[in-house]
């Protein structure tokens, strides 16, 4: 099973709404990543957290907050976002640093954000 | 620094044609190499990886091999179905000082088949 899954799938928001992303895998992977792809374009890596901690900040602005409550669940708080800010939010996982193969990172189907 | 070239697209084919979508690295070090794909409205799917100089990755009759003397690894398949039709990113996994990995991606190739 290599499932990556996300919620909700599609998300609008105004500029000053909070709302959250969800991310799960039960794969056992212990490095979690958020990436953000703007269509016509590769994915663009955001956080990246190894063993539930915040390991790598893609010099994200702070309206985007990411959260990692334990090994299988990784969040993204969004408050105050742009319009520029709408794009397709990627989850992935993979192995982390002393669990062995840590070169494959696995992707979910994404969130699609709109903000108006 | 690490980056990757992929072509160009749109490539556009008739089904059963023959695919090759260039992708070229640079590195330091020995990097894992990998093809993504991306179907409409979806995220990325692996379709195959290579970790070692000569390694040959296959999936879903996709090839590429990794050719540390030319820093390429170019997607290939012999006969494309319309369901092929999808975006294919090439990438390249950058380790961080070892503790953990990240992916650079190729600007991704569009790939459309008609019956």
């Known amino acids: 099973d290599t499932e990556v899954t996300q919620t909700p799938k599609h998300l609008v928001m105004g500029m000053t709404n909070k709302k959250s992303l969800k991310c799960e895998q039960h794969?056992?992977?212990?490095?979690m990543y958020w990436y953000k792809q703007k269509a016509k374009k590769p994915p663009e890596l955001m956080f990246v957290?190894?063993?539930?901690?915040?390991?790598i900040n893609e010099s994200v602005p702070s309206r985007f907050s990411p959260e990692c409550p334990n090994s299988s669940l990784l969040n993204l708080h969004l408050h105050a976002l742009q319009p520029e800010d709408s794009a397709l939010y990627l989850c992935?996982?993979?192995?982390?640093?002393?669990?062995?193969?840590?070169?494959?990172?696995?992707f979910g189907e994404g969130s699609w954000l709109t903000v108006v | 620094g690490n980056s990757v070239t992929q072509m160009e697209g749109p490539v556009t084919l008739s089904e059963e044609a023959f695919l090759t979508i260039n992708c070229t690295y640079t590195?330091?070090?020995?990097?894992?190499l990998f093809w993504y794909v991306q179907y409409p409205g979806e995220g990325l799917q692996l379709l195959l990886k290579?970790?070692?100089?000569?390694d040959k990755g296959s999936n879903k009759g996709f090839e590429a091999t990794y050719r540390k003397e030319t820093t390429s690894f170019h997607l290939e398949k012999g006969s494309v179905q319309v369901s092929d039709s999808a975006v294919y990113f090439c990438?390249?996994?950058?380790?961080?000082?070892?503790?953990?990995?990240?992916?650079?991606f190729g600007k991704g190739t569009k790939l459309s088949v008609k019956p």
């Open positions: 992935a996982s993979s192995q982390a640093a002393g669990q062995g193969n840590l070169n494959t990172i696995y």
């Open positions: 794969m056992g992977h212990r490095a």
């Open positions: 957290y190894s063993y539930e901690k915040l390991s």
């Open positions: 590195a330091t070090g020995y990097p894992s």
């Open positions: 290579a970790t070692k100089a000569d």
């Open positions: 990438a390249l996994m950058r380790n961080y000082g070892g503790s953990q990995g990240n992916l650079i």
